[in-house]
T-cell receptor
Framework: DGGITQSPKYLFRKEGQNVTLSCEQNLNHDAMYWYRQDPGQGLRLIYY???????QKGDIAEGYSVSREKKESFPLTVTSAQKNPTAFYLC?????????????FGPGTRLTVT | GDSVTQMEGPVTLSEEAFLTINCTYT??????LFWYVQYPGEGLQLLLKATKADDKGSNKGFEATYRKETTSFHLEKGSVQVSDSAVYFCALSDLSGGYQKVTFGTGTKLQVIP
């Protein structure tokens, strides 16, 4: 089955530590995205990538970093510089061609930093 | 910039009631429109979509029509079930700065009671 996997589902870290969230897709999509979701709010774009070895900042990139060394993988690192990292993180992918280019989402990772 | 406004929740309905969740948008281009659904603790799933004016998207008894004249994409279902309880997100996809940007509404929580 094609889809997007994110691991782990729950992640706990101490303040001051960097943490990396995994995102893998086997849909052969060129574009991948990271979003942050806070309670009662919509999704906010952190980073996106349309091609291997290239990525762009989204609306709230400060305190985050990404890499895109393979088409299937787009890991997100939450650094100690992120002031309020506790949130639900969603990874998505989409094709670049096609009329609608809807995004397909992974199951999410809930990060708690104490 | 682009924006999506959807009605605030929570919306509480009895089983078999009629559902409407309002969504309006502003966009500079010719966006595609989507409704996504999120069940507790999960990622978003595409519910339906419409790519041009007057298109009707439908899935699992849900419908929404792309109305360019009123810039709206209201979600409707004739008879809701308890299993429809979830958060519903309206979204648009538009070309912005060379990439297909998706803008999400803040979500509307639906609770269906037996």
């Amino acid at each position: 089955d094609g889809g997007i996997t994110q691991s782990p589902k729950y992640l706990f870290r101490k303040e001051g530590q960097n943490v990396t969230l995994s995102c893998e897709q086997n849909l052969n999509h060129d574009a991948m995205y990271w979003y942050r979701q806070d309670p009662g709010q919509g999704l906010r774009l952190i980073y996106y990538s349309q091609i291997v070895n290239d990525f762009q900042k989204g609306d709230i990139a400060e305190g985050y970093s990404v890499s895109r060394e393979k088409k299937e993988s787009f890991p997100l690192t939450v650094t100690s510089a992120q002031k309020n990292p506790t949130a639900f993180y969603l990874c998505a992918s989409s094709p670049l061609a096609g009329a609608s280019r809807e995004q397909y989402f992974g199951p999410g990772t809930r990060l708690t930093v104490t | 910039g682009d924006s999506v406004t959807q009605m605030e929740g929570p919306v509480t309905l009895s089983e078999e009631a009629f559902l409407t969740i309002n969504c309006t948008y502003t966009a500079t281009g010719y966006p595609s429109l989507f409704w996504y659904v999120q069940y507790p603790g999960e990622g978003l799933q595409l519910l339906l979509k419409a790519t041009k004016a007057d298109d009707k998207g439908s899935n699992k008894g849900f419908e929404a029509t792309y109305r360019k004249e009123t810039t709206s994409f209201h979600l409707e279902k004739g008879s809701v079930q308890v299993s429809d309880s979830a958060v519903y997100f309206c979204a648009l996809s538009d070309l912005s700065g060379g990439y297909q940007k998706v803008t999400f509404g803040t979500g509307t929580k639906l609770q269906v009671i037996p």
